[in-house]
């Protein structure tokens, strides 16, 4: 009985190293050839909200974002600024609810996106972190924002 337990935890630790590695090289992934970054704009019915990149690491240059907001029922909208601050370090407004833009160097912001639309934008990014983020209402707060490195 304890060889039959030990074997499947053993099997259980396996499948979750396995995942989490399968998650890491989805995350850190390198971008397209061409430069470009597919992201996902997504929230779910616990209200949760987030992004997802198909690639967390981009050479200098130009770069291609396809924005697509999956939801079906929201508009989101897609800033990146390039920046070394923390999430909880970005200066709010609204109680909160929004990111203060105007204390933002360096943003840029193209704009919303309708429910399931899906649309492109060039950039010339440098090297460096960026932060990718929809600032409608709430959406910061709900974790709609991540980290996009540029390397030279």
Same mark, same amino acid.
């Given at each position: 009985?304890?060889?039959?337990?030990?074997?499947?935890?053993?099997?259980?630790?396996?499948?979750? @190293?396995?995942?989490?590695?399968? +998650? %890491?090289?989805?995350?850190?992934?390198?971008?397209? !050839?061409?430069?470009? *970054?597919?992201? /996902?704009?997504?929230?779910?019915?616990?209200?949760?909200?987030?992004?997802?990149?198909?690639?967390?690491?981009?050479?200098?240059?130009?770069?291609?974002?396809?924005?697509?907001?999956?939801?079906?029922?929201?508009?989101?909208?897609? @800033?990146?600024?390039?920046?070394? +601050? %923390?999430?909880?370090?970005?200066?709010?407004?609204? !109680?909160?609810?929004? *990111?203060?833009? /105007?204390?933002?160097?360096?943003?840029?912001?193209?704009?919303?996106?309708?429910?399931?639309?899906?649309?492109?934008?060039?950039?010339?990014?440098?090297?460096?972190?960026?932060?990718?983020?929809?600032?409608?209402?709430?959406?910061?707060?709900?974790?709609?924002?991540?980290?996009?490195?540029?390397?030279?």
């Amino acid at each position: 009985m304890k060889r039959e337990w030990f074997l499947f935890n053993v099997l259980r630790i396996v499948r979750r @190293l396995a995942l989490a590695a399968a +998650m %890491a090289g989805a995350v850190c992934a390198p971008a397209f !050839a061409d430069g470009s *970054v597919k992201v /996902d704009l997504w929230e779910k019915p616990d209200g949760t909200q987030g992004i997802t990149l198909s690639a967390g690491e981009v050479k200098a240059g130009k770069v291609t974002f396809a924005v697509t907001n999956t939801s079906n029922v929201m508009e989101h909208e897609f @800033l990146i600024v390039k920046t070394d +601050m %923390a999430f909880e370090q970005f200066p709010v407004k609204r !109680a909160g609810a929004k *990111v203060d833009e /105007d204390k933002l160097k360096g943003m840029k912001e193209f704009g919303e996106i309708r429910e399931g639309k899906t649309k492109k934008w060039t950039a010339t990014l440098k090297p460096g972190r960026y932060v990718l983020f929809c600032n409608e209402e709430g959406h910061f707060a709900a974790g709609m924002r991540t980290t996009l490195t540029v390397t030279p």
